[in-house]
């Protein structure tokens, strides 16, 4: 290691600026990583992470600033010169071909000349050296869409390596993860930083942050507010950071007092569209003022759980009572009118119609409500008023129902959802994944709308793949595996013990 | 004439049938692995098939009718990728606009050029493509099955025919063992990748389209002074759609689409051997039923009997850098 080049940071910006008309999306934002680091930068969505470093990867160009890598001050025109800077970048929607091997994707865009049959040799022999080297097994020959999401994931590391990153952006790299395959992460990285690369790793969860980095930098709003040696801050005081002010990451409730059963599910079984049994022979009650956690992890049936006592999914046996009423095979418009609400799982599949004004959305399945319309037509000037209540009450931001709900954050979007089913008062609220891709204060605020659902006397059923979510806010949890709910603990079971479970190991 | 001289006949006309069907779905290989829909097959080809016929009738050079015809359908090709690609607009509707752009302007053209209904002025023989009788393709004649299979459908068939056939494996080459070949795949599927790997997605898109139109500039030159001898009104007659078909069939693979090509070309050339014949037991059918054929067999095959048909997955899609 030469002297003069191992004491300069990695990377130095200085007084990066950057807007997108009135959106001011990185203010004067300075920042030093150093060489042989792992550095976190922590924000909520939207708070300029990706943007910045876009800029890093010349996907767009800062108005004001520089940008120095070892020192030395250069112009990031585009990709190409990112790459030619030693800069390589994991996205977080995986930019692979995939029906393409895992090797034709490492060489795309570094062939090694006109024709393939000299480079394919190389980029074998590499791929085998950076297999050695770090620990990232993946097959030259594997189809990417046959692999799992973590080999996908190795393959975007290596296809940075192969071009010689020294220095090593991960977007958001977990959110795709098993908490194993995020283990396997961690360990490559830090493999990759002792063997003098530096990384950055762009994330929301404080968790990670804790478990991997050295330093950390936090972002709110588009401005550098604070960076930390990690070893000497704590996740109380990154999360006041990046929200501005306290937070509870813990959620406060009181005792439940369950009253008569208003939620009964017997022995139902639902199949999926290629008629494989998905939901096997479960049977469950949710009583008035309880929140019942089911927990798994995904695709053991859950989603088809959800979907068949929201009366989007038909059963193919078994019975649902909805205060004593049987109601299997009634349909979604129907159950609502009898006091069911659904908080779908992917709000942009089932929640929301993006292209849609966020007043369309924040009547979406109460559209036929006599308080929003006569027949065939829709009082605008009503439904917009009962949509500014429900964003002053939500704190939906910005404060606008004319705006295109694609153009909201993911948090803000979970929120038109959350308050559009919520503020109908349902004695029954059936959720999936109610805080997916929300950011740490949006999470606060709607666990709290689900307290008070419960402490107002609702049945709540809650379905999360997050188990501290399951574990904070459920009353009793089910664990659900291979289709089946094989055990019931109580709201206090311990991550262990659940996650055995949820592994089809103990019951 | 026996049974086997009625098939090498239907053979030798499949052959020649197939040939425009061939070039044009090459080019939609190319434009459509690259994630450019080409609904406008059908005008280029139109459009070849008239620039070639005309230089050929006034200069009398095959050749260079030959290169009037793919300079048009280049020209062809980069509007589409003008509308397509610079400004991102909807690639179907840029590929029917070319379709009526080439219906329209080859008649009204041609009536104020050549004053014969739409019609061009017949073309020289010097000024067409001429059979090319292959060497010894006299001498194996009389050797039983191969002697007439040799001479009288691999033989005789002009320049532009060895030429599709040759572009066959010419294209297999390209798009599997160049670089240029693996990132236009690449840029079909997910351009993302392609434009973070730092290599420019509209200058790869903009060279497939030119290929493309150069594949289809020689299937239009095909119709007018090989087949022929004259552009007609609308020669080419809906090949370019039933190239499409062709090219779904195949599913955007050089040698299925060379097999499915040559299926088409051999329905196409029984419908016109059974023109007049009568079928056992059936006395004689109309020949519409046969002339259908090829369409009925276009809609079966597209309504799923060929298994899911996975085309390029931006096809069709206009690139936008993301956030």
Same mark, same amino acid.
């Given at each position: 290691m030469?002297?003069?080049?191992?004491?300069?940071?990695?990377?130095?910006l200085?007084?990066?600026?950057?807007?997108?008309?009135?959106?001011h999306?990185?203010?004067?934002i300075?920042?030093?990583?150093?060489?042989g680091?792992?550095?976190?930068?922590?924000?909520?969505?939207?708070?300029?992470?990706?943007?910045l470093?876009?800029?890093?990867?010349?996907?767009?160009?800062?108005?004001?600033?520089?940008?120095?890598?070892?020192?030395?001050?250069?112009t990031?025109?585009?990709?190409?010169?990112?790459?030619a800077?030693?800069?390589g970048?994991?996205?977080?929607?995986?930019?692979?071909?995939?029906?393409?091997?895992?090797?034709?994707?490492?060489?795309?865009?570094a062939?090694?000349?006109?024709l393939?049959r000299?480079g394919?040799?190389?980029?074998?022999?590499?791929?085998?050296?950076?297999e050695?080297?770090?620990?990232?097994?993946?097959?030259?020959d594997a189809?990417?869409?046959?692999?799992?999401?973590?080999?996908?994931q190795?393959?975007?590391?290596? &296809?940075a390596?192969?071009?010689?990153?020294?220095?090593l952006?991960?977007d958001?790299?977990?959110?795709?993860l098993?908490?194993?395959?995020?283990?396997?992460?961690f360990?490559?990285?830090r493999?990759?930083?002792d063997?003098?690369?530096?990384?950055?790793?762009?994330?929301?969860?404080?968790?990670?942050?804790?478990?991997i980095?050295?330093?950390?930098?936090?972002?709110?709003?588009?401005e550098m507010?604070?960076t930390?040696? +990690?070893?000497?801050? +704590?996740?109380e005081?990154?999360?006041?950071?990046m929200?501005?002010?306290?937070?509870?990451?813990?959620v406060? &409730?009181?005792?439940?007092?369950?009253?008569?059963?208003?939620?009964?599910?017997r022995n139902?079984t639902?199949?999926?569209?290629r008629?494989?049994?998905?939901?096997?022979?479960?049977?469950?009650?949710?009583?008035?003022g309880?929140?019942?956690?089911?927990?798994?992890?995904?695709?053991n049936?859950?989603?088809?759980?959800l979907?068949?006592?929201?009366?989007i999914?038909?059963?193919?046996?078994?019975?649902?009572?909805?205060?004593?009423?049987?109601?299997a095979?009634?349909?979604?418009?129907?159950?609502?009118?009898?006091?069911?609400?659904?908080?779908?799982?992917d709000?942009?599949h089932?929640?929301?119609v993006? &292209?849609?004004?966020?007043?369309?959305?924040?009547?979406?399945?109460y559209?036929r409500?006599?308080?929003?319309?006569?027949?065939?037509?829709?009082?605008?000037?009503?439904?917009?008023?009962?949509?500014?209540e429900?964003?002053?009450?939500?704190?939906?931001?910005?404060?606008?129902p004319?705006?295109?709900?694609?153009n909201?954050?993911?948090?803000?979007?979970? &929120?038109?959802?959350?308050?559009?089913?919520?503020?109908?008062?349902?004695?029954?609220?059936?959720?999936?994944?109610?805080?997916?891709?929300?950011?740490?204060?949006?999470?606060?605020?709607i666990?709290?709308?689900?307290?008070?659902?419960?402490?107002?006397?609702?049945?709540?059923l809650?379905?999360?793949?997050?188990?501290d979510?399951?574990?904070?806010l459920?009353?009793?949890?089910?664990?659900?595996?291979a289709g089946?709910?094989v055990?019931?603990?109580?709201g206090?079971?311990?991550?262990?013990?659940?996650?055995?479970?949820?592994?089809?190991?103990?019951? | 004439?026996?049974?086997?001289?009625?098939l090498?006949?239907?053979?030798?006309?499949?052959?020649?049938l197939?040939v425009?069907?061939l070039?044009?779905a090459?080019a939609?290989?190319?434009?459509?692995?690259?994630?450019?829909?080409?609904?406008?097959?059908?005008?280029k080809m139109?459009?070849?098939?008239f620039?070639?016929?005309?230089?050929?009738y006034?200069?009398?050079?095959?050749?260079?009718g030959l290169?009037?015809?793919?300079?048009i359908?280049?020209?062809?090709s980069?509007?589409?990728?003008f509308?397509?690609?610079?400004?991102?607009g909807?690639?179907?509707?840029?590929?029917?606009?070319?379709?009526?752009?080439?219906?329209?302007?080859?008649?009204?053209?041609?009536? %104020?050029?050549?004053?014969?209904?739409?019609?061009?002025g017949?073309v020289?023989?010097?000024?067409?493509?001429?059979?090319?009788?292959?060497?010894?393709?006299?001498?194996?004649?009389?050797?039983?099955?191969?002697?007439?299979?040799?001479a009288?459908?691999?033989?005789?068939?002009?320049?532009?025919?060895y030429?599709?056939?040759?572009?066959?494996?010419?294209?297999w080459?390209?798009?599997y063992r160049?670089?240029?070949g693996?990132r236009?795949?690449?840029v079909?599927e997910?351009?993302?990748?392609?434009?973070?790997?730092g290599?420019?997605v509209?200058?790869l898109?903009?060279?497939?389209l030119?290929?493309a139109?150069?594949?289809?500039?020689?299937?239009?030159?095909?119709?007018?002074?090989?087949?022929?001898?004259?552009?007609?009104n609308n020669?080419?007659?809906?090949?370019?759609?039933?190239?499409?078909?062709?090219?779904?069939?195949?599913?955007?693979?050089?040698?299925?689409?060379?097999? %499915?090509?040559?299926?088409?070309?051999?329905?196409d050339a029984?419908?016109?051997?059974?023109?007049?014949?009568?079928?056992?037991?059936?006395?004689?059918?109309?020949?519409?039923?046969?002339?259908?054929?090829?369409?009925?067999?276009?809609?079966?095959?597209?309504?799923?009997?060929?298994g899911?048909?996975?085309?390029?997955?931006?096809?069709?899609v206009?690139?936008?850098?993301?956030?």
């Amino acid at each position: 290691m030469s002297l003069d080049s191992s004491n300069e940071p990695a990377i130095e910006l200085v007084g990066i600026d950057k807007r997108f008309g009135a959106v001011h999306a990185n203010k004067n934002i300075n920042l030093t990583v150093a060489k042989g680091s792992i550095h976190g930068i922590i924000g909520e969505n939207g708070a300029g992470k990706s943007t910045l470093m876009s800029i890093l990867y010349g996907f767009y160009h800062a108005d004001q600033g520089e940008i120095r890598i070892s020192g030395k001050p250069i112009t990031i025109r585009d990709s190409q010169a990112a790459i030619a800077a030693g800069i390589g970048m994991v996205h977080q929607h995986f930019m692979l071909v995939e029906n393409f091997t895992v090797l034709e994707n490492v060489m795309l865009g570094a062939e090694g000349g006109q024709l393939l049959r000299k480079g394919v040799a190389s980029a074998r022999r590499e791929l085998k050296r950076l297999e050695d080297d770090y620990g990232l097994e993946v097959d030259p020959d594997a189809v990417i869409e046959e692999l799992p999401v973590g080999s996908q994931q190795r393959v975007e590391i290596l &296809k940075a390596l192969y071009r010689g990153a020294e220095i090593l952006i991960l977007d958001e790299p977990t959110g795709v993860l098993t908490p194993a395959e995020a283990d396997h992460l961690f360990k490559v990285l830090r493999v990759l930083r002792d063997q003098g690369k530096t990384i950055i790793l762009i994330t929301h969860k404080l968790r990670e942050i804790m478990a991997i980095t050295d330093t950390v930098s936090v972002m709110r709003r588009g401005e550098m507010v604070a960076t930390r040696k +990690t070893a000497e801050t +704590t996740v109380e005081e990154l999360a006041e950071l990046m929200v501005g002010r306290r937070v509870l990451l813990r959620v406060e &409730k009181g005792e439940a007092k369950p009253g008569k059963v208003l939620l009964s599910v017997r022995n139902l079984t639902v199949k999926d569209s290629r008629g494989v049994t998905m939901v096997d022979d479960v049977s469950l009650e949710v009583r008035a003022g309880e929140i019942v956690g089911i927990a798994g992890v995904a695709g053991n049936g859950q989603s088809e759980l959800l979907e068949a006592i929201a009366g989007i999914r038909k059963p193919a046996s078994g019975e649902i009572f909805l205060d004593g009423k049987p109601v299997a095979g009634v349909g979604p418009a129907e159950l609502r009118s009898l006091g069911l609400a659904h908080i779908p799982e992917d709000r942009h599949h089932m929640g929301l119609v993006l &292209k849609f004004e966020e007043y369309e959305n924040s009547i979406l399945g109460y559209h036929r409500d006599q308080r929003y319309g006569r027949g065939a037509l829709l009082d605008l000037d009503a439904i917009r008023k009962d949509a500014e209540e429900k964003i002053a009450k939500y704190d939906i931001r910005p404060p606008n129902p004319r705006l295109r709900t694609a153009n909201f954050s993911g948090g803000n979007q979970q &929120k038109i959802v959350v308050a559009r089913e919520i503020e109908r008062d349902p004695n029954v609220l059936i959720i999936g994944q109610p805080t997916r891709g929300v950011d740490i204060g949006a999470i606060e605020f709607i666990h709290k709308r689900i307290i008070e659902m419960r402490d107002a006397g609702k049945a709540v059923l809650l379905v999360s793949v997050e188990l501290d979510e399951i574990r904070s806010l459920s009353d009793r949890i089910l664990v659900m595996f291979a289709g089946k709910v094989v055990g019931e603990k109580s709201g206090e079971a311990g991550e262990q013990t659940l996650g055995l479970m949820m592994a089809g190991i103990a019951a | 004439m026996d049974y086997f001289d009625i098939l090498i006949s239907i053979l030798g006309s499949a052959i020649r049938l197939s040939v425009p069907l061939l070039f044009t779905a090459l080019a939609g290989l190319f434009s459509e692995r690259a994630g450019i829909f080409d609904i406008g097959l059908e005008g280029k080809m139109l459009a070849s098939a008239f620039a070639s016929a005309c230089v050929a009738y006034w200069t009398g050079n095959a050749w260079l009718g030959l290169l009037a015809g793919i300079g048009i359908s280049i020209v062809f090709s980069l509007v589409h990728g003008f509308a397509s690609i610079t400004n991102r607009g909807n690639q179907i509707v840029s590929g029917v606009a070319l379709n009526f752009v080439a219906a329209g302007l080859t008649i009204v053209l041609g009536q %104020a050029w050549f004053n014969q209904g739409g019609r061009t002025g017949q073309v020289p023989a010097e000024g067409r493509f001429s059979s090319i009788v292959l060497p010894g393709a006299d001498a194996v004649r009389d050797v039983p099955i191969i002697g007439p299979l040799y001479a009288n459908v691999i033989s005789g068939n002009n320049i532009l025919t060895y030429i599709a056939f040759l572009m066959v494996p010419v294209s297999w080459w390209v798009l599997y063992r160049t670089r240029f070949g693996l990132r236009l795949r690449a840029v079909g599927e997910n351009p993302g990748a392609v434009d973070t790997a730092g290599i420019s997605v509209s200058w790869l898109r903009y060279r497939a389209l030119i290929v493309a139109g150069f594949l289809c500039g020689f299937s239009g030159t095909y119709l007018a002074i090989a087949q022929s001898a004259a552009f007609i009104n609308n020669m080419s007659a809906g090949k370019g759609y039933i190239a499409l078909a062709a090219l779904i069939f195949a599913k955007w693979k050089p040698v299925p689409v060379m097999l %499915a090509c040559l299926l088409f070309g051999f329905l196409d050339a029984f419908a016109n051997f059974m023109q007049g014949k009568s079928v056992p037991l059936l006395g004689e059918v109309p020949v519409q039923i046969f002339q259908a054929l090829p369409y009925i067999l276009t809609c079966v095959l597209l309504a799923g009997f060929i298994g899911i048909a996975r085309p390029p997955k931006a096809g069709g899609v206009p690139y936008t850098k993301e956030r």
